[in-house]
Nanobody, 125 residues
Framework: QVQLVESGGGLVQAGDSLRLSCAAS????????VGWFRQAPGKEREFVAS????????DYGDFVQGRFTISRDNAKNTVYLQMNSLKPEDTAVYHC??????????????????WGQGTQVTVSS
């Protein structure tokens, strides 16, 4: 079983940058895809980015438009989400997650079975 803990959120101004971290424990982290999802008040949780266990494949939500970069350091059991040029509409709770199965690459939210508690990102205009 994988436990995930996010950190790095905060209050920033439009145009600023943040780097979120997702620290994993309890499982073979290097064999799991990791995804980032976000949920704004009154909205459904949406896909932000994902990275394959071997870091060879990444995907991003359409709204990202080159502003975010996902990466991972398997030696540190950590995945990062670098967010640049932040906009007020990026305000949300950001969660990292891992699929229910090892060696499974997906961007489908329902296929993720392990979730962190989330970290709040607030972007002021």
């Amino acid at each position: 079983q994988v436990q995930l803990v996010e950190s790095g959120g905060g209050l920033v101004q439009a145009g600023d940058s943040l780097r979120l971290s997702c620290a994993a424990s309890g499982g073979a982290f290097s064999s799991y895809t990791v995804g980032w999802f976000r949920q704004a008040p009154g909205k459904e949780r949406e896909f932000v980015a994902s990275i394959k266990w071997s870091a060879g494949i990444t995907d991003y939500g359409d709204f990202v438009q080159g502003r975010f970069t996902i990466s991972r350091d398997n030696a540190k059991n950590t995945v990062y989400l670098q967010m640049n040029s932040l906009k007020p509409e990026d305000t949300a709770v950001y969660h990292c997650a891992a699929p229910k199965s090892r060696y499974h690459y997906t961007i489908v939210r329902s296929e993720y079975g392990y979730w962190g508690q989330g970290t709040q990102v607030t972007v002021s205009s």
